[in-house]
């Protein structure tokens, strides 16, 4: 790879493809009429999913069976992407199977049919959910698999034990099986691996939900592990865990000559575990156990000579080398999982051609079933097909599939969506008409349900959501616990402009059937979603919520339906050395550095280490958890080695799994195999601030990087010795030299091949950059305005507000709105306020403080973060020590300028939002406590290192520590206060997009229209090299995160398309014209004397330059003396 290699690379969202999808990978739809304009950007991810009645006794394994979670895509408002998934129910009539229906009169005979007169639990989940019989409907589900796998069980030990049954026990435990005649190689306890007994829902109870109002958690519900029934009771309930670990027990405590028995448990923990989603622990399990297709795992090998009398074939179930050959696709290797249900097929043709030369009543009954299997294998593929986005090969084997069984109505509708999702709506249409015909021929209830389910689904393309809400309301007429219809019923209500009622439909379903609705995470997930459009009160609601659904939720629910963002600032580190030839003196570098980091990320530490020949690779993470569920620790490291580390938050502009919250998603996609590729794309659309450490375990290669605007810190060292080593760091260290660290270019992603390093003596030849193709902003609008076009009423008016000037103020107002929304939802609700602001009481703040009123409780406090440093030259420096300065006095040594307009815009705060409790935090700096802590400072704003860098740092520093004064409420003390809002919203990015700086009048006094466009493109291109890497070690020092809504893509790319006389006007005078639109979008906040506010500079405000310009001769962009 050449140094110059790049990569197309869209950065951002409103250019990244349409993903393809199963209602709407067709050609884009026009934006809907009327109704839809209120439908705001956050419904991108609302989920149109489809269930069976009653899954919480036959949950379809949604992760599994990619069909019914392909994604769709809905048009909204303006022509925008809203992005709604969409699910079509072809899962359960492909891959998933479900229920025989007695009044099919189909002759088809599944696998169910097995045992149903000895197996009670079977047959309580067959009458459950009903759907047609056919190859379609072999059921491949987990739940179902290990119920029949325990009754298997039961009747082999009721037959060894003269028709009694029992769990062994300790005091049972006597092995009798002798030499070649027993398994013992599968029962030794040396093949099982601990399992995490964590639960999620237990950690979101206790971070969510007070003591007085938490229900407590028992999944295994008092069951008795002696009870015959116990595993099937166990699976039910959903206590996956207590599962595996009674399996595990029975295969240690079973004699070994009990070989069939052993391996049906062996089959049980291993579903227990993929329930869980252990995939790594089953896959491990797994391979100690050997091939499975093994000769003396025959009942004709030698080694079992005598023992089961005249059986053929393998010990081994078949849905067990079903499962062993999709643990590798569960792990993301689909090529491998392909290969091995290939195999599979083969076998199945092997006993078909065999059955089919017999005659006997025995043989036609193998031979169906090993049809029935072949058929159910082939549809597995299709998944695999389609989650590989290879659309006519899935259909192609789909219409194989329909030749064997033309007359199945389930795997005729699963075709038809299969075209749906491919954008054959033609094609779909001409086979649902078939499966009507084939419904009315056979009158049964689901045959019409399910022509009406079709016809629903072609409203939704169609975008009539009139005609679809009709169709669903006959559906639910006749069947009113059909989750599928009451869930599509919502999304349609939604577009209809009736929110209120999609949520009123949602809770009352969850209400109504908590044990199926109320852990249907799909149905959850787009409650959750409706809950944010009511920003004020969803995190309330869905606390509510958790509550209710942990009363029945099992412990491989996954609580991520909440969508409980996980948001995580951290500070990360790495380090490359070769051992062999490393000089020690680095040690305590690496030593501070943790220090530092650790500052960082106080909630949680985590650290791991990779060995290569000499090389070792030193991953350390520490994690400041601000949302979610828990903490999550960090490095993550993935089942083949992947590790992550990253430090940032995601607020939009990427595609999220189905149920999965934002920063999860996007660790599944970087973590799962051969997807680099994909997580090029993936990061590059990421709206938010981020840095990333992404080591490839399978390549070798380290990945790295920032955001585009450069919002998290990260630092790198290249090695300029053999015996030097390579870091990348959050923070630096005064421990090393003063050129040793410099930031990582915030200009795309970097790769460091590890492999190269051992035939290059280069470092810089290992490491290719692959910078951004298409950033979210390249050049902004260079249109020369003329006087024509906007009305002007002379240099000392107010602006007018002609028509193209409104439509830019309601557009902008909504994009600075929404982007202000995205970052302070969801964040826990704590004793203390969660929100502050950087607060100068300029325009900036000001805009910031209104509307993060709008999106927070009314009841709950926002801080307001105001600075004020002494000034050196007005007191006598030699005697301030020791003098007693009266309290008036003090006051006016920090009554700087920013405390003034401080105090008026919490004034004029207060008088647009009187109920809201806003706490005006004086932090007043004296010259003693700012020298005390300008080291500390110093390094950790390294390597910025002027003397401005210095001023803004500690104003920074100082502000979002946050201790200081409020005014007592009757105005005649000041009270000690400290802010613990670990957020902290900051207005950079206003000036350089709105040319707000001082020299934007310069360039147009000297230069006009053409050189004020030149500059402001200048301070675009550059904002990621100036000041936001800085800004972000600073406040990260004291564990908080520093939020910046004026730099959300959106909104970026929208004031970059906008006409320069649209954003700012020089020929208005200081504070007027700078920044015109956000002054006319302030004045629609009620913010009229911010609104006339000029720009002034923190440390001018602060007067933390008076700190820190040592005489008047030096100049901001002079280099400290460390």
């Given at each position: ?207 969510y939900i007070p003591p007085e109002s938490r ?41 070994p000559s009990e070989v069939e028995l052993i ?213 639910l007429a006749k069947n009113p616990e059909n ?640």
């Open positions: 790879m050449s140094d110059n290699a790049s990569l197309s690379l869209p950065v951002s969202p409103s250019t990244s493809p349409p993903p393809q999808s199963l209602i709407h990978a067709i050609q884009p739809l026009p934006p809907p009429p009327g109704p839809l304009s209120p439908i705001r950007d956050d419904h991108k991810q609302l989920q149109v999913a489809e269930f069976l009645k009653d899954e919480s006794l036959l949950e379809l394994e949604q992760k599994e069976e990619k069909i019914a979670n392909a994604d769709g895509q809905i048009f909204g408002r303006m022509g925008e992407k809203s992005h709604l998934r969409t699910t079509s129910n072809i899962s359960q009539l492909v891959d998933l199977t479900s229920r025989r229906n007695s009044e099919s009169g189909n002759g088809n005979q599944s696998l169910l049919d097995r045992d149903h007169d000895q197996n009670p639990a079977v047959n309580q989940l067959s009458s459950d959910v009903q759907t047609n019989v056919g190859i379609a409907q072999e059921n491949s589900s987990i739940e179902f698999t290990a119920i029949e796998t325990t009754s298997n069980i039961k009747k082999k030990r009721r037959s060894q034990n003269g028709g009694r049954y029992m769990n062994l026990k300790v005091s049972d435990f006597e092995r009798t099986g002798s030499g070649m005649q027993g398994l013992f190689e599968w029962t030794s306890p040396s093949l099982f691996t601990e399992i995490p007994q964590a639960d999620q829902f237990t950690g979101i109870l206790e971070k229900p407590q958690r028992d999944t295994s519900k008092g069951i008795d592990t002696d009870d015959e029934d116990a595993l099937e009771k166990l699976i039910i309930n959903n206590s996956w865990k207590a599962v595996a670990n009674l399996a595990k027990d029975q295969i240690i405590l079973s004699d391996i049906e448990f062996w089959h049980v923990r291993l579903l227990a575990l993929t329930k869980l989603k252990h995939y790594k622990l089953a896959m491990t399990e797994l391979t100690k156990l050997g091939d499975l297709q093994r000769a003396e795992l025959n009942y004709e090998h030698p080694r079992w000579q005598g023992m089961f009398d005249e059986k053929k074939g393998s010990m081994v179930p078949f849905e067990m080398r079903v499962l062993a050959a999709r643990l590798t696709g569960y792990q993301g290797n689909i090529c491998d999982a392909i290969d091995g249900i290939f195999r599979l097929i083969f076998d199945c043709r092997k006993m078909v051609k065999e059955f089919s030369t017999l005659d006997t009543d025995e043989a036609k009954r193998e031979l169906q079933t090993w049809q029935l299997r072949e058929g159910r294998l082939m549809l597995i593929v299709v998944n695999y097909l389609l989650e590989l986005k290879d659309y006519p090969a899935a259909i192609s084997l789909m219409e194989k599939c329909l030749q064997s069984f033309p007359d199945d109505i389930n795997l005729l509708t699963g075709l038809a969506r299969l075209h749906l999702q491919s954008g054959n709506i033609v094609s779909a249409e001409e086979l649902f008409n078939n499966v009507e015909i084939l419904a009315k021929s056979s009158g049964s209830d689901s045959s019409n349900e399910l022509v009406l389910m079709n016809s629903a689904f072609i409203a939704i393309v169609k975008r009539d959501w009139n005609a679809a809400k009709k169709i669903l309301n006959q559906i989750l599928v219809a009451a869930n599509n019923h919502a999304v349609c209500e939604l577009y209809l402009s009736n929110s209120d009622e999609a949520v009123k439909l949602l809770e009352d379903l969850v209400n109504r059937h908590p044990k199926s609705a109320g852990v249907c995470e799909p149905l959850l997930f787009n409650l959750c979603i409706l809950y944010e459009l009511r920003s004020d009160t969803s995190l309330q609601r869905k606390e509510r919520l958790i509550a209710e659904v942990a009363k029945w939720a099992g412990d491989q629910f996954s609580v991520e339906c909440f969508k409980l963002a996980v948001s995580l600032m951290c500070g990360i580190a790495f380090r490359l050395i070769n051992q062999n030839d490393y000089d020690q003196s680095y040690s305590n570098i690496w030593v501070h550095l943790n220090k530092q980091n650790q500052r960082r990320g106080p909630d949680a530490h985590g650290q791991h280490t990779i060995s290569i020949v000499s090389l070792r690779l030193d991953f350390v993470a520490y994690v400041l958890h601000l949302r979610g569920s828990n903490v999550t620790s960090q490095p993550i490291v993935d089942d083949l080695g992947n590790v992550l580390q990253w430090n940032g938050e995601i607020f939009d502009g990427i595609e999220v799994q189905p149920f999965a919250n934002d920063t999860m998603s996007l660790c599944a996609t970087l973590l799962s195999r051969n997807s680099i590729d994909n997580a090029l794309g993936v990061l590059s659309n990421v709206e938010g601030p981020f840095a990333i450490i992404y080591w490839n375990d399978s390549t070798r290669q380290l990945w790295f990087g920032r955001d585009y605007f450069g919002r998290r810190s990260l630092l790198w060292h290249k090695p300029t010795s053999t015996d030097d080593q390579f870091m990348l760091t959050s923070v630096g260290t005064n421990f090393a030299p003063n050129d040793f660290f410099t930031e990582v270019p915030a200009d795309g992603l970097y790769c460091l091949d590890v492999n190269s390093l051992f035939s290059t003596d280069s470092f810089s030849s290992a490491v290719t950059h692959y910078p951004w193709s298409n950033p979210p902003i390249s050049t902004i609008n260079n249109y020369i305005p003329t006087t024509s076009d906007y009305p002007h009423n002379g240099a000392d008016a107010i602006p007018e507000i002609y028509p193209q000037m409104q439509q830019a103020i309601d557009r902008f107002l909504e994009l600075l709105s929404d982007s202000v929304r995205l970052r302070v939802i969801n964040i826990p609700h704590t004793v203390s306020p969660r929100v502050a602001v950087l607060f100068s009481g300029g325009i900036d703040c000001m805009c910031l403080a209104a509307l993060a009123d709008t999106y927070l409780p009314e009841n709950e406090p926002i801080d307001l973060l105001n600075v004020g440093f002494e000034n050196p030259r007005s007191v006598d420096a030699e005697g301030r020590k020791s003098r007693k300065v009266s309290e008036e006095k003090e006051k006016d040594i920090f009554k700087v300028p920013d405390r003034i307009s401080g105090r008026q815009g919490v004034e004029e705060l207060r008088r647009i939002s009187p109920k809201r409790k806003w706490n005006f935090i004086e932090v007043d700096v004296s010259y003693e406590e700012s020298c005390a802590h300008k080291e500390e400072i110093m390094e950790l704003m390294h390597p910025s290192d002027t003397i401005m860098d210095l001023s803004i740092a500690m104003a920074f520093w100082f502000a979002s520590r946050g201790k200081g004064h409020l005014v007592s409420e009757d105005g005649t003390r000041m009270i000690d206060y400290e802010s613990k809002a670990r957020v902290i919203l900051i207005g950079i990015g206003a000036d350089e997009l709105l040319g707000g700086y001082s020299r934007h009048r310069e360039a147009f006094k000297h230069g006009g229209w053409a050189r004020l466009i030149s500059e402001i493109q200048l301070d675009i291109n550059r904002i990621s090299t100036r000041n936001l890497g800085r800004d972000d070690r600073i406040i990260s020092s004291h564990g908080k995160e520093s939020r910046c809504p004026y730099l959300s893509f959106q909104l970026v790319t929208y004031l970059s398309s906008l006409p320069i006389h649209l954003k700012t006007d020089p020929h208005f005078p200081r504070g007027v014209g700078e920044k015109l639109l956000l002054r006319h979008a302030a004045r629609r906040l009620g913010l009229f004397n911010a609104s006339m506010l000029w720009k002034r500079a923190i440390q001018f405000g602060a007067k933390t330059a008076k700190m820190t310009y040592e005489s008047r001769g030096e100049r901001g962009n002079m280099k400290l003396v460390r």
